[in-house]
């Protein structure tokens, strides 16, 4: 159970952890078992990410038709989100292309194969992160979002991320690092440290789509990436 900087736990996730505890030893006892191993992986730590993508599946169900703004009237698909219950990394990008407008994922254009090629470098799978977009339905033509498309997704966004309790979130781009953030700073000066967002940590880093058009900024994306791996692997020992 994580505690917060005051060493404080919250009652509402303490009951959780009772919840899912209580559950989890009634099965184990009605299948005849008295006594109990901890693995260093426990089961806990399984129904955790179960309850987690239990929520993220409701969540979807109750947004997947959503129409606050005019773009669900050209989406061919609601890009939701898509990962790892378990993944203590969030990476949020802008909006869905066109492959992802087709297939209701996120990055799996183009920018997509960058991003896996990312991942892999600092020994992430695709399948361990959870990896959604600050807008959920594709921009006609690839255009930037506007304002008012932000402001009202941003709610979906933030719901996930309440749900998820990311350690680390990683914004990719200009776009997604702005509405995070609540800033108009240019991306070279959000880049290259951490950012406190509601007390998780949020690093920017370039857009996979900027890195296809300027190789250039590869270095720089690794120098990001590298940092993110070393908090991360801290937090999680
Ligand atoms: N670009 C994004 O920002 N998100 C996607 O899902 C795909 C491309």
């Known amino acids: ?4 900087s005051k060493g404080l736990i919250e009652y509402e996730k ?4 009772f919840a899912i505890t209580k559950k989890y030893l009634k099965q184990q006892i009605d299948l005849g078992f008295d006594q109990i191993y901890l693995s260093k992986k426990s089961e806990l730590e399984n129904n955790f ?6 929520k993220l599946k409701k969540l979807y169900q109750r947004i997947k038709n959503c129409n606050k703004c005019s773009l669900h009237k050209t989406r061919t698909n609601f890009v939701f989100g898509q990962g790892s219950g378990k993944s203590k990394v969030l990476f949020v990008g802008e909006a869905p292309g066109r492959e992802e407008d087709l297939r209701g994922e996120p990055f ?7 991003l896996d090629k990312i991942l892999k470098a600092i ?10 977009n600050v807008l959920k339905c594709r921009p006609p033509g690839n255009r930037d979002p506007q304002p008012v498309e932000i402001k009202e997704c941003e709610p ?10 990311p350690k680390i979130i990683c914004a990719l781009g200009r776009i997604a690092a702005q509405a995070l953030l609540k800033t108009k700073a240019p991306l070279n000066q959000l880049r290259g440290k951490f950012h406190d967002y509601h007390g998780i940590k949020l690093i920017v880093t370039y857009h996979p789509a900027a890195l296809l058009r300027y190789p250039q900024y590869k ?8 940092m993110l791996k070393r908090e991360h692997d801290e937090i999680i020992q």
Not at 14 to 17: G, I, K, R, V, Y
Not at 108 to 114: M, N, P, R, T
Not at 219 to 226: L, N, Q, Y
């Open 1 to 4: 159970m994580e505690k917060s």
């Open 14 to 17: 303490l009951l959780e952890a």
């Open 49 to 54: 990410s179960d309850l987690v993508e239990q």
């Open 108 to 114: 799996v254009g183009h920018a997509g194969k960058l």
């Open 123 to 132: 020994d992430f799978k695709r399948e361990e992160v959870y990896i959604a």
């Open 156 to 165: 979906h966004l933030l719901q996930q991320i309440e749900i998820l309790k």
């Open 219 to 226: 270095k720089g994306c690794w120098e990001d990436m590298k």
